[in-house]
């Protein structure tokens, strides 16, 4: 199951795990008023029974006592005259208090037995005539029963098909939210292009709409960061590159010979002031807020290192060491300017801490299906217990040479943070030196 599919599911879940208590709540007092309703009427219809019945005792009481006991039969009654005399029935039985009409009723009991009674008066010839008719309250359970298991299915089903409805309909109204979704998921986080539209619901598109709006401003507050970084390198490199060859000149002048001490040491500070410009420059343009508006495109490593050796051959040289490559053809999705940056870092500590006669390998290639770079030593290493620190801004590891100043390897982890690779520090072959190895994720 994919992470959207996932997530919809989960939605409807939590809203169906919201909706069940009101529902539930909602189904009881439905049930509740629904059987309340149904027992009303019941009682009302039985009421009206007992009263047929007590009417007509009450047209046989004088007829026909045959045929009064057969319609009596299966009712407890009573039949008192104008003096109270029982012309027929159970004496014992309860008769229902006088009303505002000739029919009373009343709920009593006899014999342990709960019965709902009708009380019946009438006028005849020879005066007024009670009659009494009571029925068992067991007899009407079953109804009631009835009715309320019924009303409980009813509502439990109803609850149920809610439910259903409701699961649909998310399940349905989230498809476009899980769409864009979708669409978002399937770009890198560095991609800023606005999402497609087209497809895109009406209830949905405000939403598009603002996340477009989103990335049109990172966008361009990104080419405005970088802009910044690029006209600041201008301003800062010009002069000082003025000023180092200034310096340069004056060196070379006779007049100058006094003082050349100074004016060396004036120049080997103001070449690291230019390094460190430099850096924080790089570090500025390796920052995701710089980066974010460069596309990232297939990218070969192996030009990468060519390039980047090519550069600092005469370097190398100079200094008197071997510099080997290595290298295979391996591509990545990346920016080309700051992976050039990564290995010119890596590069130039091999070069800077690396004695003369020492050797010196850049690699490139696939291992295990992902590609990688790697600049390996055989200078003095780097002590375990330090090579997470060494990742640091500023952090030079003590008795380090003068020159640095400790943003090399955070320029080269900023990058590779970017790149989504995993930057190892080893130790390098023969057990010496160090090895910086930077694999890349494999391809799609």
């Not at 049109?216 to 180092?244: K, S, W």
């Not at 640095?404 to 010496?432: K, M, N, P, Y």
Request: with cysteine; aromatic share 6%; charged share 20%.
């Amino acid at each position: 199951m994919s992470g959207s599919t996932a997530q919809a599911t989960s939605i409807r879940r939590r809203l169906l795990i919201f909706l069940l208590p009101p529902l539930t709540l909602l189904m009881i007092a439905g049930v509740y008023a629904d059987y309340r309703a149904a027992a009303l009427f019941v009682r009302t219809a039985y009421d009206q029974r007992l009263a047929q019945t007590a009417r007509t005792l009450a047209s046989s009481v004088r007829s026909d006592p045959q045929t009064l006991k057969e319609r009596a039969a299966a009712y407890n009654y009573l039949i008192t005259g104008a003096d109270g005399s029982v012309i027929s029935g159970e004496p014992r039985l309860p008769v229902a208090p006088p009303g505002s009409g000739e029919l009373s009723y009343t709920d009593s009991g006899l014999d342990g037995h709960a019965l709902r009674i009708v009380t019946l008066r009438t006028r005849t010839h020879d005066g007024a005539n009670t009659v009494t008719v009571a029925e068992a309250d067991e007899s009407r359970t079953g109804p009631g029963h009835f009715i309320l298991a019924s009303t409980w299915l009813v509502d439990f089903i109803q609850v149920d098909v809610t439910l259903l409805i409701v699961w649909i309909g998310v399940h349905f109204g989230l498809k476009p939210v899980v769409a864009v979704r979708r669409q978002i998921e399937s770009r890198s986080a560095r991609e800023l292009r606005p999402l497609d539209t087209a497809s895109v619901p009406t209830e949905v598109r405000p939403l598009v709409d603002a996340i477009n709006l989103l990335f049109e401003m990172l966008n361009g507050a990104a080419r405005n960061q970088r802009q910044f970084v690029a006209d600041t390198a201008h301003q800062l490199r010009t002069p000082i590159a003025g000023l180092l060859g200034s310096l340069q000149v004056l060196m070379r002048e006779p007049a100058a010979e006094p003082i050349h001490g100074r004016l060396a040491s004036l120049y080997e500070g103001v070449q690291r002031l230019s390094h460190s410009a430099n850096q924080l420059l790089v570090l500025a343009r390796a920052d995701p807020s710089t980066s974010l508006a460069d596309g990232f495109e297939k990218t070969d490593l192996k030009a990468i290192v060519e390039r980047v050796v090519e550069r600092n051959v005469d370097r190398a040289v100079e200094s008197g060491l071997d510099l080997g490559v290595e290298s295979l053809p391996a591509s990545v999705a990346g920016n080309a300017r700051l992976l050039d940056d990564l290995l010119s870092n890596l590069l130039d500590n091999a070069l800077k801490y690396t004695p003369s006669g020492g050797r010196i390998t850049v690699r490139s290639g696939y291992e295990r299906g992902a590609p990688y770079l790697e600049v390996e030593d055989d200078g003095p290493g780097i002590p375990e217990s330090e090579r997470s620190r060494v990742r640091e801004r500023f952090y030079r590891i003590p008795g380090s040479p003068p020159g640095g100043c400790g943003l090399g390897l955070a320029i080269v982890d900023e990058i590779a943070r970017q790149h989504d690779a995993r930057l190892s520090i080893e130790t390098g072959s023969g057990g010496r030196g160090v090895g910086f190895k930077m694999s890349f994720p494999p391809a799609a």
